[in-house]
C-alpha cells in the first residue's frame, strides 16, 4: 500500500483481495493472494485475479458514468464440472459492493453508501449489532430500502436517473420517436 493515504482515497490501481468463503452466518476470511496459489493452483489463481480485476475496473468506470463510485466488490467463483470457471452469486449489488456518491465523495473521512451500512450504523448507535430477534423501525427499513433503489436506480438508469430528452429513433417514413419520459412512466411500475 502506498504511504500516506487517507481514509476513503481511491488507490491508483485496484487490488486484488482474495478471501475463502464461510459457512453460512460465518465471516468470510481474508487471505493472500499467493494462497489462493495454494488452493487451487498458480493458472486458476492468475485467471481469478485477472477476471476479478477486469469486472472490477469496467463496473467502476460504468457506475462512475451514473455518478456512483464503486469503492469495492465482492466477486464470487465457481468451478463447472468441466473445470470451466464461473462468476457465482450477486455480482455488483449493494449487498456484494460498497457505492459511493461521486458528487459528495471526499477523501479524508467516511463516506456515505448506497450499501447496508445505514442499517449497521443504526444496529451498532442501538447496541443491537449481535442481537437476535431485533424489530427494525419502520424508518430505518424504508431508508434502507431507498438506499438500495437509489444504487439501482443510477446503475440501471431508470427513475429520476433516466436519461432525459429524444433517443435512438429517427422519425420519418412511418417510423415514430419516443421521449426517456415516456419510456420512464412505462418502466415505473416495474419490479426489479
Known amino acids: 500500500m502506498p504511504t500516506g493515504l487517507v481514509e476513503s482515497e481511491k488507490l491508483e490501481k485496484p487490488l486484488f483481495t482474495p478471501s475463502t468463503k464461510a ?22 489463481a492468475a485467471q481469478i485475479e ?3 480485476l477486469q ?18 466488490t465482492k466477486l464470487e467463483f465457481g468451478l463447472l464440472p468441466n473445470k470451466q470457471l464461473i462468476l457465482i452469486d450477486e455480482l455488483l449489488t449493494p449487498d456484494s459492493s460498497r457505492y ?26 442501538n447496541d443491537l449489532k449481535n442481537a437476535e430477534g431485533v424489530k427494525l423501525p419502520e424508518d430505518v427499513v ?13 446503475v440501471m438508469g431508470i427513475g429520476a436517473f433516466a436519461p ?22 412505462s418502466v415505473k411500475n416495474l419490479k426489479v
Do not use: M
Open 50 to 52: 485477472k477476471i476479478a
Open 100 to 125: 459511493w456518491s461521486a458528487a459528495d465523495y471526499v477523501a479524508g473521512r467516511p463516506q456515505a453508501s448506497f450499501d447496508k451500512q445505514y442499517l449497521r450504523d443504526w444496529l451498532i448507535s
Open 23 to 44: 459457512d453460512q452466518g460465518e465471516h468470510d476470511e481474508n487471505i493472500h493472494p499467493d494462497k489462493v496459489k495454494d488452493i487451487c493452483g498458480p493458472e486458476l
Open 164 to 185: 432525459k430528452g429524444k433517443f435512438g429513433v429517427k422519425v420519418d417514413a412511418g417510423e415514430a420517436g419516443i421521449q426517456t419520459d415516456q419510456v420512464t412512466d
Open 55 to 72: 469486472v472490477y475496473s469496467e463496473a467502476a468506470a460504468y457506475a462512475l458514468e451514473r455518478g456512483l463510485i464503486l469503492a469495492d
Open 142 to 154: 424504508s431508508k434502507t430500502r431507498e438506499k438500495y433503489e437509489e444504487a439501482r436506480d443510477r
